[in-house]
């Protein structure tokens, strides 16, 4: 008898905290535990106001929407409008800011690459075997050929480009010709990525023979010599 | 004991001084807009004045270290400032 009423007050125990655990487990998955609307919205401003990454925006966002979610479960839709008028503003401000940032960001990542790009041409520059003179100024007229071909190459797509562009007017703009100008537009973007490729060699040989032998490589003013010779 | 508090103390002293040894590069707090200036036209002038590769080299890689420095120890508009004027003088080469 003693032992069946012990049995009791265990099971009823083993219950009951079972039941509370249950009630806690609930409150604990919810990261938000709420107030009032008006102190709610003031903490999210708080946070809003330090957010300077694009992760910290979406942290606080979220939060916010948790907050909102928590009102319109424990309160009801008008009290969850109510809160999401208070803090709204706040978070637009935010975006604004976040935005301004981000374009910092871009502006400083832009002026990063160009550093490491100058002096990426300088350490080449200063590393590239140098031949003779006149070897010198050959390298720089290979280059000016083989982008003169480019060129070349070059206009006549752009040329392709131009009539395919009219006859889809004319067409009504069926699919396959806007692909087949799609492919034109990216051969027309690797050739300019090539001849930008040469380009820039070319400067970097030129660097390279003015930083290591003090050497010009004005390539005008042979070409010019030479047209005076050959008159 | 002695010995050991000798040992350590050396030890303390090594680490410190070898510290400065490789030259930490400590911006001032005070006037980082105007050390951005003077640093980047200094360090970019002495890289793009080198006459030999290894010349090149020391000046390239102590104005990456102002860089650094600025980017993590100033950042915003000095370290920006940094950036621009060496870009300046690099690119004018």
Not at chain 1, 129 to 134: A, I
Not at chain 1, 163 to 173: E, N, P, T
Not at chain 2, 30 to 57: F, G, K, M, P
Request: hydrophobic share 40%; charged share 30%.
């Amino acid at each position: 008898m003693k032992q069946d009423s012990k049995k009791r007050v265990a099971l009823a125990t083993f219950y009951t905290l079972f039941v509370v655990m249950l009630l806690m487990g609930t409150r604990c998955e919810s990261r938000v535990h709420l107030t009032t609307p008006e102190r709610d919205a003031k903490h999210i401003a708080e946070l809003a106001e330090s957010v300077h990454s694009e992760a910290e925006l979406r942290a606080v966002e979220k939060l916010a929407t948790e907050y909102e979610i928590a009102y319109r479960k424990s309160y009801g839709g008008a009290k969850a409008l109510y809160f999401k008028s208070l803090y709204e503003p706040v978070m637009d401000e935010a975006g604004e800011r976040r935005a301004i940032y981000r374009a910092e960001e871009e502006r400083v990542a832009e002026l990063e690459s160009q550093f490491e790009a100058s002096l990426g041409d300088l350490d080449l520059a200063w590393k590239m075997p140098l031949g003779s003179h006149e070897e010198e100024l050959a390298k720089i007229a290979a280059n000016d050929a083989t982008i003169a071909e480019y060129d070349a190459e070059l206009q006549s797509l752009v040329a392709k480009k131009e009539q395919l562009a009219m006859d889809i007017i004319d067409a009504g703009y069926p699919q396959d010709m806007l692909d087949q100008i799609g492919v034109v537009e990216k051969d027309i973007k690797a050739l300019e990525d090539k001849i930008a490729e040469v380009e820039h060699t070319n400067e970097i040989i030129i660097l390279a023979n003015r930083l290591q032998l003090q050497r010009t490589l004005d390539i005008d003013t042979e070409e010019v010599v030479e047209e005076d010779i050959a008159e | 004991m002695r010995r050991l508090i000798i040992a350590i103390a050396a030890i303390v002293t090594l680490v410190s001084c070898g510290g400065n040894a490789n030259g930490d590069i400590v911006i001032s707090e005070q006037n980082h807009e105007n050390e951005a200036y003077d640093r980047s036209y200094e360090l970019a002038t002495r890289v793009v004045e080198a006459t030999t590769y290894e010349e090149y080299q020391s000046a390239a890689e102590k104005l990456r270290a102002y860089r650094e420095a600025f980017r993590t120890q100033i950042g915003g508009q000095s370290y920006t400032i940094f950036l621009e004027e060496s870009n300046l003088i690099l690119g004018d080469i």
